[in-house]
């Protein structure tokens, strides 16, 4: 018989890793869960003839237009932090040559 050392074990025993998230069954069967993320994107999916803007409306309208804010505020930061990048390459470039 292969014995396990304890110390080796407590070891392996001691990282931390998070358990996978409960599966509710309903009538003896599982159910699969969906990563949040997926479940978001398959309500916007487009369904018949709603176009993903009035499904995401549907579902939850100030979640959905806080979620464009975000989207508008992270996109005009971006194009600012770009701005301002460029402005530095040029600052960078007019020193450099002189």
């Known amino acids: 018989m292969h014995r396990v050392d304890d110390k080796?074990?407590?070891k392996r025993s001691s990282a931390k890793v998070a358990p996978p998230p409960p599966v509710p069954s309903h009538g003896g069967r599982s159910v699969a869960v969906e990563h949040p993320v997926v479940a978001l994107?398959?309500?916007l999916e487009?369904?018949?003839?709603?176009s993903a803007l009035e499904q995401g409306l549907s579902v939850h309208p100030k979640l959905f237009l806080h979620g464009l804010n975000f989207v508008a505020d992270s996109l005009?930061?971006?194009s600012e932090l770009n701005r301002l990048l460029k402005v530095k390459a040029a600052l960078k470039h007019s020193t450099s040559s002189r």
Request: hydrophobic share 15%.
């Open 8 to 10: 080796g074990s407590k």
């Open 41 to 43: 994107l398959s309500t």
């Open 46 to 50: 487009p369904q018949g003839n709603n």
């Open 76 to 78: 005009q930061s971006l």
